[in-house]
């Protein structure tokens, strides 16, 4: 059974930096490529990056580019997401995907920038 479980969200002042983690189980985590998607208070969910098997490709949604790094430690099934120069409008619940037969999706994680 595959589980993806989130942490690291909190609150945080705008300007501020969190990283977030997720942990894979139930998969062979290092042929997957993961990504992180997030969903603000009243949007549809939205892609905010992407990273291969290996990590050495990324990709990031423009509105994050430059300010968040996703990467991963496969010898821990775990990916991350460095997020820096945090803005409210970064306020989201933030959720791990990985697709295999089917898409997975972690529980999602709540995360709250304030001004």
């Known amino acids: 059974q595959v589980q993806l479980m989130e942490s690291g969200g909190e609150l945080v002042r705008a300007g501020g930096s969190l990283r977030l983690s997720c942990t894979a189980s139930?998969?062979?985590?290092?042929?997957?490529?993961m990504a992180w998607f997030r969903q603000g208070p009243g949007q549809g969910r939205e892609l905010v990056a992407v990273?291969?098997?290996?990590?050495?490709?990324?990709l990031y949604a423009a509105s994050v580019k430059g300010r968040f790094t996703i990467s991963r430690d496969n010898s821990k099934n775990t990916v991350y997401l460095q997020m820096n120069r945090l803005k409210p409008k970064d306020t989201a619940v933030y959720y791990c995907?990985?697709?295999?037969?089917?898409?997975?999706w972690g529980k999602g994680i709540q995360v709250t920038v304030s001004s």
């Open positions: 990273i291969s098997r290996n990590g050495g490709n990324t």
């Open positions: 995907y990985a697709a295999l037969d089917k898409n997975y």
């Open positions: 139930g998969l062979i985590f290092s042929d997957q490529r």
